[in-house]
């Protein structure tokens, strides 16, 4: 299954030690940060998600050591809906059940558990409001809660909820720029209106980005999320000025190379889809269904749920049309102005 762009920003940023230990230094209770030995984090290899939830959720599992001895495991789910999950307290323990479960199976003669610390990081546009501890789920009559408290689970995650965290505290998350440039992206791209004039204002963040081991790509990584999910006032020209302002013509260059790479995958995408149409139905008009599609798919990635009168017109569209569409779809400000362009 492809990855949304919110799943592969996320991991690309994540799987880097250094990068997830200073997001879990800032997460994690200051007791049990000071017991662990960050320098030896591992990311483990696999997901924990069901596939059906993958749209909504990404994760990775960490193994830090104790600095007395043995591992403690922490999972980190990503929730990148707006939405916040009510039962997101029995999520996790499907999850973590499969984590201990892998564990055992690698260690037949194991008597004991790792313990396994699940955090959750939300970037909501609203606070998050639902229960983070298991035993909440329950609805139990209050004279019965003392009595029937041996027989609840309980476990709680840690909430790492950026609704509540400003600016400042992002810049401050991680010795690393990257770390709070991200989390900034992830939570205000795809909701806050003026996003790129505030994003203009952690040029010294992209800089320092840009000038550190492997920074171009995670530069590309950004770009290419935010052109994927941002719908601005300025489009790509706005974009391409704050890039060239942090990092010179290079970042203008990087942007503009991206934003074609974008549209071009597109394109390959209808051309295939087009292709096998045309096997059945004549060439030319799989070729316009696959474009119909492409395009369908990049609207709705760029501009969310699309509205039943846009649907129509896009399946209505001849291939002129839709071509015109393509053509302008980095540029336009809005879903409205870009169903406003014609051949």
């Known amino acids: 299954m492809t990855p949304t762009p919110h799943d592969a920003l996320f991991k690309r940023t994540f799987s880097d030690p250094a990068h997830a230990a200073g997001e879990l230094r800032s997460i994690l209770p200051p007791a049990l940060v000071a017991r662990l030995d960050f320098d030896a984090l591992r ?8 596939e059906e ?18 591992e403690l495991l922490v999972y980190l789910l990503f929730e990148h809906q707006s939405t916040v999950e009510p039962l997101m ?41 639902a229960p ?71 040029q010294d963040a992209l800089r320092r980005v840009a ?31 704050i890039f060239e302002q942090a990092m010179g013509a290079k970042g203008k260059e990087v942007v503009v190379t991206i934003a074609e790479q974008l549209i071009e995958q597109g394109i390959e ?3 295939v889809r087009g292709r096998e149409e045309g096997r059945e139905e004549g060439r030319e008009e799989g070729l316009e269904e696959g474009k119909r599609a492409t395009l369908r798919r990049l609207m709705e990635l760029r501009f969310g749920g699309l ?17 015109a569409w393509r053509d302008a779809f980095f540029v336009a400000s809005s879903l409205d102005a870009l169903l406003d362009v014609t051949p």
Do not use: N
């Open 43 to 50: 990311v483990e290899s696999g997901s924990f998600v069901d």
């Open 307 to 323: 509205p039943a009168a846009a649907v129509a017109r896009v399946e209505a569209a001849d291939s002129a049309q839709l071509d």
């Open 132 to 202: 983070v501890a298991f035993e909440d789920l329950f609805d139990l009559p209050p004279e019965l809660v003392e009595p029937l408290r041996a027989f609840v689970p309980h476990f709680r995650c840690v909430l790492d909820d950026l609704s509540g965290v400003t600016d400042d505290d992002l810049r401050g998350r991680s010795a690393a720029a990257l770390v709070g440039l991200v989390l900034f992206v992830l939570r205000d791209a795809r909701t806050v209106p003026d996003f790129l004039d505030r994003f203009g204002r952690w």
């Open 53 to 70: 939830l993958s749209q909504r959720h990404a994760d990775l599992l960490y193994t830090v050591p104790w600095r007395a001895g043995g």
């Open 211 to 241: 000038e550190s081991p492997h920074g171009i790509g995670a530069v590309e990584a950004l770009i290419r999320y935010i052109l994927q999910v941002v719908a601005p006032s300025g489009g790509p020209e706005k974009l391409k000025q």
């Open 89 to 129: 307290p029995f999520r996790l323990l499907r999850y973590m059940l499969r984590i201990w479960e892998r564990w055992l199976a690698g260690r037949p003669d194991a008597r004991h558990l790792p313990l396994l610390v699940p955090a959750v990081l939300y970037h909501g546009a609203e606070a998050w409001t």
């Open 269 to 271: 995408v209808g051309l």
